[in-house]
């Protein structure tokens, strides 16, 4: 059984930034997918960022050029380096992970405001 956790969401003002973090524990191989999706109030599930086993990293419209996945695959953990963030990025980030299914954190709450 996978599990997700993520830390590091918080309140922070527009322009700032945060780090969201993700650990997966349980038996994991080494050919998964893990990324981010954010769900603001009111709206649908929307995805944010993904990164492969071999470093492949697309990311929305929305986040490009301000936002930054990355993995240590020793640690199982996937990272969003989040900067330059503006009101609308607020939202519950939920990491997760594909491997075999769909596995999900169980979400950490972003608020961007002044």
């Known amino acids: 059984q996978v599990q997700l956790v993520e830390s590091g969401g918080g309140f922070v003002q527009p322009g700032g930034s945060l780090r969201l973090s993700c650990a997966a524990s349980g038996s994991i191989g080494s050919s998964y997918v893990m990324g981010w999706y954010r769900q603001a109030p009111g709206k649908q599930r929307e995805w944010v960022a993904s990164?492969?086993?071999?470093?492949?990293?697309p990311y929305a419209d929305s986040v490009k050029g301000r936002f930054t996945i990355s993995r240590d695959n020793v640690k199982s953990t996937v990272y969003l380096q989040m900067n330059s963030l503006k009101p609308e990025d607020t939202a519950v980030y939920y990491c997760y992970m594909i491997w075999g299914r769909t596995y999900w954190g169980q979400g950490t709450q972003v608020t961007v405001s002044s």
């Open positions: 990164i492969t086993s071999d470093g492949i990293t």
